[in-house]
């Protein structure tokens, strides 16, 4: 595994925990002062980010295996996860708020708030044996 495989999967981890800790602060938020209904909608909307998150990682995993050969299918690679995560986070939002009619407001701002975590995951690319 190289050095840059071993900081992705670090920096997914630590913002995978971030997002599902702050969809969890959300839905209990919700919970208390709406009702059940804003709750799984809350969580709703942070699965989307969620999702969103693991699509791309999925992604750029792929697309580094694929550099060394070719770098052009490797941007390729990347270009078509920013498209994918766009399609499933526009579907997955018409699903919820359109066929399973959850809360539009608790769904937002789940979704909004858990995208916030990207600001405030530190990048550390220190070298260290650990994985």
Do not use: C
């Not at 071993?6 to 800790?21: G, N, P, T």
């Not at 990682?57 to 070719?70: F, Q, Y």
């Amino acid at each position: 595994m190289s050095f840059a495989e071993v900081v992705m999967r670090r920096v997914v981890r630590r913002l995978l925990i971030v997002q599902f800790a702050i969809l969890l602060m959300v839905a209990v938020v919700y919970f208390a002062l709406n009702n059940i209904h804003g709750f799984i909608a809350a969580l709703y909307g942070g699965a989307i980010t969620l999702s969103g998150t693991l699509l791309m990682a999925w992604r750029i995993n792929r697309a580094g295996e694929i550099a060394s050969s070719n770098t052009l299918q490797s941007s390729m690679e990347i270009y078509t996860g920013v498209m994918q995560k766009f399609i499933l986070t526009l579907l997955l939002m018409a699903v919820g708020m359109g066929y399973l009619k959850l809360d539009p407001v608790a769904l937002l701002v789940s979704f909004a708030l858990t995208q916030l975590s990207f600001t405030a995951i530190k990048v550390d690319t220190a070298f260290k044996n650990k994985i």
